[in-house]
């Protein structure tokens, strides 16, 4: 019997279900180093800022590309640049700052890189002598504090994070760069991701690895509700962080890179991908000369593992559930359903992507050289799995165990402690117009890992997102706010006060623009119609970032 179109659709990779780009232009301006602006500077209002909005929009991400003589490879080992929009009262005002990381702070003291990044391997001093500079090559790097991934909060207290043990606490107004702080001095992790959840009761949940002679391991961590006398200390406290579960490696030798991972009521997820980590290459990378993302390799015959935890006892479930290869940095949401655990995540079926994004690659010029790069790159697509939960001995083989409505996702155990799963495009084809979505947010404060109907997500038909998108996952229908030559940033979600509605309240991003010299402007969306309000423009050029998040004030 010939395949329909919908399971030939369904059989091409994300990349090739998406359109090919035709003449994209360059994004090099968007990827030059910024000036500090550390004074708050006032901005133009067009339309207008709804007064009920009082707080500020905090953005991080690469802003410095070189040091004297000496550039970056890779567009992650920018060192970070935080970025404040203060809303209030229907105006804002903008601030920036470099973090005054220790690799930033050593680098401008030796006009030089000396620290490692991701995609980038410090030189040794030429002002040694032959011998030293040949055996500082033995030497175990130090991982970089350049956290230019996130804002994340502890105990009430902000931080900037990247993916090492090390983030730094912050001053959420001054935009301050305060004290460095080590996990490991807390918690036995080497790592933490910068995409932390957070429960009703104010804990903050994160994951990190470990190694050692008893193998590597994800560990997922728990930070619990600050206490009162904490907010009378200005100081870093993560007293009480905790181990909740240490999941071991499946390739205990290729342990798998992540980047966030899920959380619903009751239950914290782990997805074991296919980008994996070669152990022997990490221990011999800096003699070889080679930086992180060079050992990082895209292994799709090890296909996907969920690993199932109970969120409040540590339990890990003994079931393994299986899925086809796939790659994801940032999930949507998670919900529990009648014995279901339904997992909305961004995924693609390439995993290659992380290490391609390298300046030189991020600047080339306009026409072939761009397309050629855009079109090797892959697409990330929704999708939805569903976990049963309540797999026994007594559960049936090889059938489909999803009985919820109306649901697409399949599981099936194929042995004793085994479910093969495969997904729901979470999607129509209308969304392959627009290149796919990445960056996905929603109302986090009253929806996570809870049932909801709506997210909001940037769209990528360019190498960097060119539109924002707002998804109703239950009809799969999308509003568009997009226009040539603007780049927004990841969409982020403020409630307004007293909302009934899921998307009662507005969406903050900030545009920038290749075509203009500080042209930059914040812009506000009405969440339930996808329109604008306004925009505060800002005469500064603002480098393309990671995240943000909006930090509400009393």
């Known amino acids: 019997m010939p395949a329909t179109s919908e399971q030939y659709t369904h059989n091409l990779s994300s990349r090739e279900r998406c359109p090919k ?50 550039k970056y490879i890779h567009w992650f080992d920018g060192m970070a640049m935080m970025h404040r ?40 001093d030429p002002c040694q002598s ?27 207290d902000y931080y900037v994070s990247t993916e090492t043990n090390y983030m730094r606490r912050v001053d959420p107004q001054s935009l301050e ?5 080590d996990w490991s001095q807390y918690i036995a992790v080497n790592s933490a991701t910068a995409h932390p959840h957070y429960d009703r009761e104010g804990a903050t949940y994160n994951m990190g690895n470990s190694y050692g002679r008893n193998g590597f391991f994800y560990n997922i961590i728990r930070v619990p509700p600050p206490e009162d006398k904490s907010a009378l200390e200005d ?18 030798r290729k342990p798998s890179y992540y980047h966030s991972f899920v959380m619903s009521e009751n239950y914290i997820v782990f997805i074991e991908q296919p980008i994996k980590l070669n152990l022997l290459k990490f221990m011999l990378y ?5 930086s992180f993302h060079n050992i990082l390799s895209w292994e799709p015959q090890y296909g996907t593992v969920f690993h199932l935890v109970h969120r409040r006892t540590g339990k890990k479930s003994p079931v393994k559930y299986r899925a086809a290869p796939m790659f994801t940095l940032h999930q949507i949401n998670a919900y529990e359903d009648n014995g279901f655990l339904v997992m909305d995540m961004c995924c693609g079926d390439d995993g290659v992507v992380i290490g391609e994004f390298t300046l030189e690659n991020l600047r080339r010029e306009s026409g072939q050289a761009m397309d050629e790069f855009y079109n090797s790159l892959c697409r990330n697509l929704p999708r939805r799995y569903v976990l049963p939960l309540n797999v026994d001995e007594n559960t049936p083989l090889d059938e489909n165990l999803i009985t919820l409505h109306d649901c697409k996702a399949t599981a099936m155990k194929t042995n004793p402690e085994e479910v093969y799963m495969t997904h729901e495009e979470l999607h129509d084809d209308q969304l392959l117009q627009y290149g796919g979505l990445e960056f996905p947010q929603i109302n986090y404060a009253k929806y996570n890992g809870k049932p909801y109907r709506y997210m909001y997500a940037c769209g990528f038909g360019h190498v960097f997102a060119d539109s924002l998108l707002k998804m109703d996952v239950h009809t799969k229908e999308l509003k568009v706010w997009r226009y040539p030559g603007l780049y927004p940033s990841e969409p982020v979600f403020v409630a307004s006060p007293g909302a009934a509605e899921e998307d009662d309240g507005v969406v903050l991003s900030v545009v920038v623009t290749p075509r203009k010299e500080k042209s930059t402007f914040l812009l506000i969306l009405d969440a339930r119609t996808f329109t604008e309000l306004g925009r505060a423009e800002v005469p500064v050029n603002i480098p393309c970032g990671t995240h943000g998040v909006f930090n509400e004030m009393g």
Do not use: M
């Open 177 to 181: 760069t305060k004290e460095k702080v």
């Open 286 to 290: 800096k003699i070889q000369g080679k």
């Open 85 to 124: 929009f203060h809303i209030h009262d229907g105006s804002v005002t903008y601030s920036s700052r470099f973090l005054r990381s220790d690799s930033y702070v050593q680098n401008l003291e030796k006009n030089r890189i000396v620290v490692s990044e991701f995609g980038t391997v410090a030189s040794p």
């Open 235 to 252: 100081s870093a406290d993560l007293r009480g962080a905790e181990v909740i579960c240490s999941i071991p490696a499946d390739e205990p």
């Open 130 to 156: 032959i011998f030293a500079r040949f055996f500082s090559y033995f030497q175990t790097p130090q991982p970089t504090d350049n956290a230019n991934v996130n804002f994340v909060k502890y105990k009430g």
């Open 21 to 70: 780009a035709d003449d994209l232009e360059s994004l090099e301006h968007l990827v030059q180093s910024g000036e500090e602006t550390p004074e708050p500077i006032p901005t133009t209002i067009k339309g207008s800022i709804p007064t009920w909005i009082n707080g500020s929009f905090l953005r991080n991400g690469p802003g410095k590309f070189e040091f004297g003589e000496d």
